[in-house]
């Protein structure tokens, strides 16, 4: 049984530990609110930023030859997967969805016959699965910061490009955990190269009401020099609305682990408590009864 010195010593800690988790969950709360904001102002011009290289391309003949953003390179084999974590821990379930994700993914194209080669963004991640991925993994890329801007995000662009170029890969797409609350954050896959099929083909309309777009445009310069253009933008534009919903996530997912850590370090110093306090009275009554019995004998 623990003595009452290691018990006081024992609330002592985890009252300071208590201290650390609710200062981690004021800073989170605060870097949450900044990093909601960005996250849903970049929302709107990435989805505005899609219609239009959707419309674009949607204009071009079906089997004509394109950019390799657009088109690919016309095989399914080799899968770069950008894999966005946190640079940091205590964030409760963040990365290790992301990573349970990443895991079931590569699994799943590997039983298919692909293959499957692995860009992280992000420390957490890169420490959980590069000792299972080694053979996979070709970098890790560092652009995280307190303040991420779209500059630090055309280090990633221009590594994608380029490998692109070199035709290290067919398919590229980026997981990341998409922001809906401070308690509820969500793993997405988002294909970027080459756009979905879906995305572009059929009746696809550069307005948001199709009712209300009936005509027929006509571009200045060609479709294809447009999104010549327009496609590396719109690649860096989705890597940065994906890297900003998932500091949003991360920042959530933080708060709340550091306000359940709080609670929960509540709870043990009232059981502690307790435990002091039976402990106190029953050493207590064993010396009153001690001096009780010593006074009877004499």
Known sequence: MPSLKDLKNRIKSVKNTQKITKAMKV??????????????????????????????ASSIP????????????????????IIATSDRGLCGGFNGNLVRATRRHVHKLQADGKKVKLLFIGRKGYEQLQAEFRELTIGKLDVLKKKMTYGDVEIVVAEVLKRLEAGEFDVCAVVYSKFKSAIS???????????????????VSSVPDPATSAG?????????????DLLPKNLGVQLY??????????????????????????????????????TRQAAITKEL??????????
């Open 27 to 56: 800073v989170a709360a605060a870097k949450l609110k900044r990093a909601r904001e960005q996250a849903e102002n970049a929302r709107p011009y990435a989805e505005a930023m899609e219609r239009m290289v959707a419309s674009l």
């Open 62 to 81: 079906e089997g004509a030859h394109g950019p390799k953003l657009l088109f690919g390179t016309g095989k399914n084999h080799t899968h770069l997967l």
């Open 185 to 203: 954050q969500e793993v997405t896959w988002q294909q970027l190269v080459p756009l979905s099929p879906a995305e572009w083909r059929g009746p």
């Open 216 to 228: 027929v445009y006509e571009y200045e310069p060609e479709e294809e020099e447009i999104l010549a």
């Open 241 to 278: 609305k994906a890297l900003l919903e998932n500091s949003a996530s991360e920042q959530g997912a933080r708060m709340t682990a550091m306000d359940n850590a709080t609670r929960n370090a509540g709870d043990m110093i009232k059981r502690l408590n307790l435990k002091y306090n039976r």
């Open 289 to 298: 009864i001690e001096i009780i019995s010593g006074a009877e004998a004499v």
